[in-house]
T-cell receptor, first 112, second 112 residues
Framework: DAGITQSPRYKITETGRQVTLMCHQTWSHSYMFWYRQDLGHGLRLIYYSAAADITDKGEVPDGYVVSRSKTENFPLTLESATRSQTSVYFC???????????FGPGTRLTVL | QKEVEQNSGPLSVPEGAIASLNCTYSDRVSQSFFWYRQYSGKSPELIMSIYSNGDKEDGRFTAQLNKASQYVSLLIRDSQPSDSATYLCAVSSGGGADGLTFGKGTHLIIQP
């Protein structure tokens, strides 16, 4: 199916474990983004990518790592999960920085 | 620092009335403006985009842009209970690779 998908949709993990959230888009959009959404904070940008092998930090990058070896994939890794990283994570993509972003369905992550 | 401000609400509107949602932004070079709807537990969904001053209508939705006042609004005519959601305003500024700046959203409640 065309669009943007995320996996897993739900994840429970423990403090200190490494977790990878996957994002895949079929539009061949150049730009991809990772956000977290917490009550009272709205959407906060974690990392973004302008193309394969080009990534940069957003507003809240600490504790996260990204890679983008292929245009269609943009995984987000929590190297050592902390309780403060409990959140809903959204991946998004767009054709350009002036265009609308399309969001994936989200991953609800709980760190115990 | 690019900022997008919205009244968090909740904004309560009777069914069948017009709901008016407002947004102000700080970056004068902003060029693209978007409204997203987000139902509880779901991802943001694009409902309107606007790029030039004036009004843009799409069904029951009208987006209004005033760049001189740095103000964007969304009108929802004949409000339905299914319009109850959080509405996010998003602004693209200057083409930075980090894409859109989002407001924290206005929670809209349509009362039957």
């Amino acid at each position: 199916d065309a669009g943007i998908t995320q996996s897993p949709r739900y994840k429970i993990t423990e403090t200190g474990r490494q977790v990878t959230l996957m994002c895949h888009q079929t539009w061949s959009h150049s730009y991809m983004f990772w956000y977290r959404q917490d009550l009272g904070h709205g959407l906060r940008l974690i990392y973004y990518s302008a193309a394969a092998d080009i990534t940069d930090k957003g507003e809240v990058p600490d504790g996260y790592v990204v890679s983008r070896s292929k245009t269609e994939n943009f995984p987000l890794t929590l190297e050592s999960a902390t309780r403060s990283q409990t959140s809903v994570y959204f991946c998004a993509s767009s054709e350009s920085t002036y265009n609308e972003q399309f969001f994936g369905p989200g991953t609800r992550l709980t760190v115990l | 620092q690019k900022e997008v401000e919205q009244n968090s609400g909740p904004l309560s509107v009777p069914e069948g009335a017009i709901a008016s949602l407002n947004c102000t932004y700080s970056d004068r070079v902003s060029q693209s403006f978007f409204w997203y709807r987000q139902y509880s537990g779901k991802s943001p969904e694009l409902i309107m985009s606007i790029y030039s001053n004036g009004d843009k209508e799409d069904g029951r939705f009208t987006a209004q842009l005033n760049k001189a006042s740095q103000y964007v609004s969304l009108l929802i005519r004949d409000s339905q209970p299914s319009d109850s959601a959080t509405y996010l305003c998003a602004v693209s500024s200057g083409g930075g690779a980090d894409g859109l700046t989002f407001g924290k959203g206005t929670h809209l409640i349509i009362q039957p």
